[in-house]
């Protein structure tokens, strides 16, 4: 169990230095395009590496619906996500998307999926204050004015999308490979957001892109976008979507981090002790895993 664990840390580092790197590339390339061109892809490579990682079943019919379900939770994220990061700021983004295991541990609770502990409530908690002094230690401020409140519904919104597309893709997981699922889901994901993304991407040109920029976007779509996610599947299916959503909290420590190695932002004490906060959230909730 405590490889499943390592990946999950992973996963959670490949979606910290995300940032970062996408910074350098949205220099020069607008949100929406930035992220339908990352789309593409993410979809061009994992299909590719998805079909040879495992045998691909047909779907049946009664699935459909949860793909369904799944993909558009995913596509609302990245929609909601990148005009909701526009319209506020940094710390509000970050305590927002940090509620990501409040929203698992609730969806599923509302539809009877998996039950849930004292423990790792108590997990989430801790979880969740980390992410707090994480991001008052960076120095990004918060707000509830003008603009903001609606940046943060709209972050809301995706991180609730996320959580949908969390718990449902496991259920998934009874029939099918989790790479298959991912596939099937950035696949939909890429034709929905590239239909809204289109006319941003047709203003663009391309060929004057820096190989800075075009490295940004292939980072970003193979690495966070497919790579990370076809793990993130496969470990909700091992440890169950509410523990593996908590890992999501560890994502602001390695950008914090990447911040700072490569972007020269602010690193002290104050992080520290907030990722050492949320690791305590994460050992709350293997504990509560471990005890019958």
């Known amino acids: 169990m405590s490889h499943v664990h390592g990946v999950l840390v992973l996963v959670a580092l490949l979606w910290g230095l995300n940032p970062p790197v ?17 789309m593409l892809a993410a979809l061009a490579v994992g299909w590719i590496v998805f079909r040879r990682a495992a045998v691909w079943l047909p779907l049946r019919r009664e699935d459909l619906r949860l793909l369904a379900v799944s993909s558009f939770g995913f596509f609302s994220f990245q929609i909601f996500f990148t005009f909701g990061v526009q319209l506020t700021t940094a710390g509000n983004a970050s305590l927002i998307l940090g509620l990501l295991p ?6 599923n609770r509302i539809h009877g999926l998996e039950g849930i502990r004292r423990l790792t409530v108590a997990g989430i908690v801790v979880s969740l204050l980390g992410v707090l002094v994480m991001v008052w230690g960076a120095g990004k401020e918060f707000s509830l004015a003008g603009p903001h409140v609606l940046g943060g519904l709209l972050l809301l919104c995706a991180q609730l999308g996320y959580g949908y597309y969390t718990v449902f893709s496991r259920l998934l997981l009874v029939r099918y490979s989790p790479y298959q699922v991912t596939a099937y889901v950035i696949l939909t994901t890429t034709i929905l957001f590239v239909l809204v993304a289109l006319p941003d991407m047709l203003a663009v040109d391309w060929s004057a892109l820096s190989t800075v920029a075009w490295s940004s976007v292939l980072y970003s779509g193979v690495f966070p976008l497919s790579l990370a996610n076809g793990l993130w599947v496969w470990d909700t299916g091992k440890v169950g979507s509410t523990t593996a959503s908590l890992y999501n909290n560890l994502a602001p420590v390695f950008a914090v ?30 504990w509560a895993q471990r005890r019958p």
């Open 22 to 38: 996408m910074k350098l590339g949205l220099e020069e390339v607008p949100p929406m395009a930035y992220n339908a061109i990352r």
């Open 102 to 107: 409040v929203s698992v541990a609730i969806i």
């Open 257 to 286: 981090a990447a911040g700072y190695a490569f972007l020269g932002e602010a690193f002290g004490g104050v992080q520290v002790l907030g990722a050492g906060v949320i690791f305590a959230g994460l050992y709350l909730t293997r």
